[in-house]
Nanobody
C-alpha cells in the first residue's frame, strides 16, 4: 500500500511558476514509478508527466513539454513537478500517482497502470 499526499498548489499569474510535491509513504518508494495527471472541470483526466523508479527516464505530455519538469528524491520519498511559464489552460486539480509496475516510460502515460492516487492539489492560473 502507498499513500500519496500532494502539496504546493495555489493561485499564480500567467507566466509564473509553481512547484508541486507528492510525499509518499508505505511501500518502498524507490521501486515505484510515479506520474502526474491533471483534471480541469468538465474535462477528462490528462497525463502531465511520469518518471521511472530510477529517475533515469521521464515522459511529458505534449502540452507541458519544455515548461514542466518532473523529478524525484528517493531519500525523501518525494516526487516533484516544477511548472514554469504557466498558462490559464494549466489550471486544474493535479494528482500524483504511483505504480509498482516496472514498465517502459512510454507506457506510463496511461492512468490504468497506476495503483495509487493522491487526493489532488488545485492549481489556478490567472490571466
Amino acid at each position: 500500500q502507498v499513500q500519496l499526499v500532494e502539496s504546493g498548489g495555489g493561485l499564480v499569474q500567467a507566466g509564473g511558476s509553481l512547484r508541486l510535491s507528492c510525499a509518499a509513504s508505505g511501500r518502498t518508494f524507490s521501486s515505484t514509478g510515479m506520474g502526474w495527471f491533471r483534471q480541469a472541470p468538465g474535462k477528462e483526466r490528462e497525463f502531465v508527466a511520469a518518471i521511472k523508479w530510477s529517475g533515469a527516464n521521464t515522459l511529458y505530455g505534449d502540452s507541458v513539454k519544455g515548461r514542466f519538469t518532473i523529478s524525484r528524491d528517493n531519500a525523501k520519498n518525494t516526487v516533484y513537478l516544477q511548472m514554469n511559464s504557466l498558462k490559464p489552460e494549466d489550471a486544474a486539480v493535479y494528482y500524483c500517482a504511483a505504480t509498482p509496475v516496472k514498465s517502459p516510460v512510454q507506457a506510463m502515460a496511461g492512468p490504468g497502470i497506476y495503483n495509487y492516487w493522491g487526493q489532488g492539489t488545485q492549481v489556478t492560473v490567472s490571466s
